[in-house]
């Protein structure tokens, strides 16, 4: 009786490391250029705007290279197969092509990779996420209201409402709370990458920091009537001076102005108080050195060692109002122009301080100068 031979092993087809090799380079090659290439900046033109872009820009780069590599192996594995196990004119007409069944290092492997970078990837997004949740942005606060076809904001201690046009201070923490006034609308800023929906009767809440100084395109990216398509708005990031011009230039518009501040009015003990309440985060009372995120204001009036303010002007009474109204940011400028650099400091609208307020602070704080360090 004729012994029956026993089937020959097919394996995966001739070729296939050195194909795999070859689909791992292809990959690599282009995940470099991925990572490496900025692609918002080089071929969308959007740059960083505010915080936090970078964190999205970053989660945005890992999703490209994990569907980089899911793309490249998937479709060069099926033209690989495809060429090696296609039928052939040599073939019988019921021929059956290889059957691969109960392959538990190949079942094991296409579940454990998926599942890895399926992992990684809500890892990310969860932590991105919560940064967004997290963001600070409680300094300004500033509402818009979608409406065919415009945007209305509505600032703090303005009375009336400005459209199709945002201007909020450079390095301010902002929150932005959007809604809508008829249909679903919806609120992109591509060079910041946070989008919101703007839905009747829902606030949407959005928190970032401007971070570069510019003008960037508000889009509606939800069909809301025939004229959807012209419904742009603009976000301006300014300066903190050019940010104070523009909010004085809103109150003449009111025909109010905030009138002249009378310096002689301020309460030292209102002062402190609201010294607590808006400036604690980031001044300390004790001596110039003693910084939090500026420097310390203990001894405004009369330090030897630093006597002028980081403006450069002479502590007077006039000249600190001036730092309260305008804010500041740069260098350090007591000692000369070569100062180092020291944080931000939001003007009076971002603070919403009144001419009652600066009074006040101005006085507690040279009446913490008259005191012994």
């Known amino acids: 009786m004729a012994q029956q031979a026993a089937p020959q092993k097919q394996g995966l ?20 250029y991925i990572v490496v290439t900025p692609i918002f900046d080089t071929y969308l033109h959007l740059s960083e705007a505010a915080a936090p872009a970078g964190d999205i820009d970053a989660l ?19 033209i690989y197969f495809s060429i090696v196990w296609r039928r052939r004119a040599s073939d019988p007409p019921d021929a059956i092509g290889i059957q691969v069944h109960d392959n538990p290092k190949l079942e094991l492997w296409w ?15 969860v932590r991105i996420w919560m940064n967004l949740q997290n963001q600070i942005g409680d300094v300004l606060t500033i509402e818009s209201i979608g409406h065919q076809f415009k945007y209305e904001f509505r600032y703090p201690r303005l009375k009336k409402s400005v459209y199709d046009e945002a201007h909020i201070p450079v390095g301010t923490p902002v929150t932005l709370q959007v809604t809508s006034g008829d249909v679903i609308h919806s609120f992109w800023v591509p060079a910041v990458r946070l989008k919101a929906d703007m839905v009747p009767g829902l606030v949407q809440t959005m928190r970032f920091t401007p971070e570069r100084i510019g003008k960037y395109p508000i889009v509606c990216t939800e069909f809301c009537g025939t004229k959807h398509g012209n419904m742009v708005g603009y976000l301006y990031i300014d300066s903190q001076p050019d940010f ?24 030292a003990a209102a002062g402190q108080q609201l010294f607590g309440e808006k400036c604690s985060a980031c001044h300390s009372v004790g001596p110039f050195t003693q910084k939090i995120v500026g420097p310390g204001l203990g001894n405004l009036a009369n330090d030897p060692d630093h006597p002028n303010l980081v403006t450069g002007e002479k502590p007077t009474a006039e000249d600190i109002s001036h730092v309260l109204i305008g804010g500041y940011q740069g260098l350090d400028n007591s000692q000369g122009k070569s100062g180092p650099s020291i944080g931000v400091m939001p003007n009076r609208q971002a603070n919403g301080l009144s001419n009652a307020d600066i009074a006040n602070l101005v006085a507690y704080l040279l009446s913490l100068s008259q005191k012994k360090p």
């Open 13 to 32: 087809g001739p070729g296939f490391w050195p194909v795999t090799i070859g689909l791992t380079v292809l990959n690599a090659i282009i995940s470099w």
């Open 60 to 78: 945005f780069t890992y999703l490209s290279v994990v569907g980089n590599a899911i793309f490249v192996y998937v479709v060069g594995y099926i």
């Open 111 to 125: 579940t454990i990779i998926p599942a890895i970078l399926v992992l990684t990837v809500a890892i990310f997004s």
């Open 244 to 267: 104070g011009h523009w909010i004085a230039a809103q109150f003449k518009a009111e025909g109010r102005g905030d009138g002249p501040i009378s310096l002689n009015s301020g309460q």
